[in-house]
Every structure is written in C-alpha cells, then in structure tokens.
C-alpha cells in the first residue's frame, strides 16, 4: 500500500512542559560548566536551542499505543480471536513473518500496532517531526541536583550530580498518518488523550516527577489526494465507487476495491462523518481536505472522537 497514496492526515500540536522535562543528551559535553546530564541541542531558526527529537516522540507514542492495545485485546497472536493485539517488539523473533514474501500477507499477519508504527519487514505509517521551540513562547532552563541512593545500604550510590531540565516554554511539533484506518487515527487521538492527561510522560525520571507535560491541538487536516468536491460530493478519480458525502472521514479500505481491502486485511467499510467540517479543494484545485481548527470540542477533538468510533467498532 506504500506505493499508492489515497488518505494522509497532518495533526499540527504543541507539547507544552507541566512541571520539569529532560530529554537526554546522548554523550556528555566538553564544557565544564555544563551540567552532567545536558538537554539535547540543535540548531533551529538561526540559533542553537534545545529540542524534543521526532524519535524520542514516537518511541513513547509507540510504547503507550501497544500498552492501550494490550489492555484491550492480547499481547501475543491468536488466529481464533479477531482482537487486536500488540506483541514485544524488542524480544519478537518474528517466527511468524518468516517465509512470508508477499507484502499483504506480511501486513495481515503483522499487530496492529507494528501496522501503523511498523517493523523490520513493513514501513511505518507515521511520521513525527522534531518539536522545536515556539518564540513567542520563551523557554525556561534550570538545573538541578540529586544523587542515586543504594538500596541495600541506603546511602548515595553515585552522585551527587546535576542535570538540566525544562520547566516553560511550547514545543511545536507535527504527527503525519498516511494509508491509515479511521480505528489508528483513533488510537493515536487516544495516547495524544492520555498523554496530556499525565498518564505516561517523556524523557528522563518519569517515576520521579519529571516529563509530565501538556498536549495542546492546533490543527487536524485529513487529505484525500486522489479525489474531488463536485456538486456537493467528494468523488473518487480513477475509482469505481459513489460518491461520498462531503464530511466524509475515510479510511484507507474505502478507496479499495473489496478484494484488494480483504488482501491487507483493511475495513471495505471504514467512513464516519464530521458534525462541524465539510470538505474543500486542496491547493491547485486538486485533492480534497477537512481542516479543524483548535483545541475545542468543535477543532480537533471532534476529529478523533469520530475515529475513535472506528476504534471502538473494531474492538
């Protein structure tokens, strides 16, 4: 499906620090002056400037999906269920893959979760941009002090030492979905939930206050580049279909002719519809959006409230 493109989705967001965040440098600093664990650095709009890496983002965006996945279907591979599971991608031997050349079959055969964030046979579905600094927003960077504490003898193990931390300032960052089902946008909006919520956090020292942090939603946009609006209607170029209604949200299945859908394993019907955003023309007049706009019920939130329904249908 990666050589075909019929749906993509760009949620612009900003990640806003609720307390103390530290995203690890990988190596320590020359500098003497600097603390012994340094915020990860880049160069940024004419400056150099700390940063939340696209990687780091996605790796406990990843982490959580598989946690919601498990919670709610299995954690290993059951050909009697039809419940979503989410396997351990780091001990998998993939034992089940082997041998396996078509790419369909790989895809069926693959968890839900490496589906959308993929594995070592299949591509990702997602990509997560760096979150770099908003200026209007200015950062607040402070240091602190703490020591690791034996637990056999309890006294300092190692230490004291100082680290870096964040405590203000707004990260903007974007999520791209591509080829995706209405039930993966639906667990994304579900961790992006959880993850303002303060259910999981990033960086370093989550179990001890660190990386909380707010995820505030600016703007949704869902793209159909192979359709147009005409006479009311979002119709579909090049594919033997009718017409769907102009606030239409579609999944990947509904640009599929049924048998090819059945061969990835994707829903022939996957659509639910907007209460609040119709479509429109993407730029040159060719393609077809649906933008939200904002953090309210109306903006973004209601996007996923109607993917999440496809997420509750396949559950």
Known sequence: ???????????????????????????????????????????????????LPGSSLKGAIRAH????????????????????????PLNDKYDYLKN??????????SCFTDQIFGNTS???RVRIEDAHPDSSQPLRI???NGVAI???????????????????????????????????????????????????GLGFAKSRGLGTVEVKLNQAVL?????????????????????????????????LEPTEAEKYGFPSKDIQYSESVTAEAMDFNFGVKLTWLGNSKDGVPELFTQAVNSWKDLL
């Open 1 to 51: 499906m990666h050589k075909r493109f019929v749906n993509h989705c760009t949620i612009d967001l900003s990640i806003i620090p609720d307390g103390p965040i530290l995203i690890k440098s990988g190596k320590e600093g020359a500098d003497p002056t600097k603390p012994d664990m340094e915020f990860v650095e880049t160069y940024h709009a004419g400056g150099r400037s700390i940063y």
């Open 65 to 88: 999906a598989e946690r919601i996945v498990r919670t709610v279907g299995r954690d290993k591979r059951d050909t009697n269920s039809s419940l979503p599971w989410a396997n351990d």
């Open 100 to 109: 396996v050349t078509s790419t369909s079959d790989i895809y069926k055969l």
């Open 122 to 124: 299949i591509a990702s």
């Open 142 to 144: 402070e240091e602190r």
């Open 150 to 200: 034996d637990r056999v003898f309890g006294s300092v193990a190692v230490g004291p030492f100082n680290y870096q931390v964040c405590t203000a300032g707004e990260f903007k960052t974007k999520i791209h979905l591509k080829n995706f089902t209405l039930a993966q946008l639906g667990l994304i909006g579900l961790v992006l939930r959880d993850l303002n919520d303060g259910w999981f």
């Open 223 to 255: 793209q159909y580049p192979g359709c147009q609006v005409r006479d009311g209607s979002i119709y579909g170029l090049g594919i033997n279909k009718e017409a769907w209604s102009i606030n239409s949200l579609l999944g990947v299945g509904e640009f």
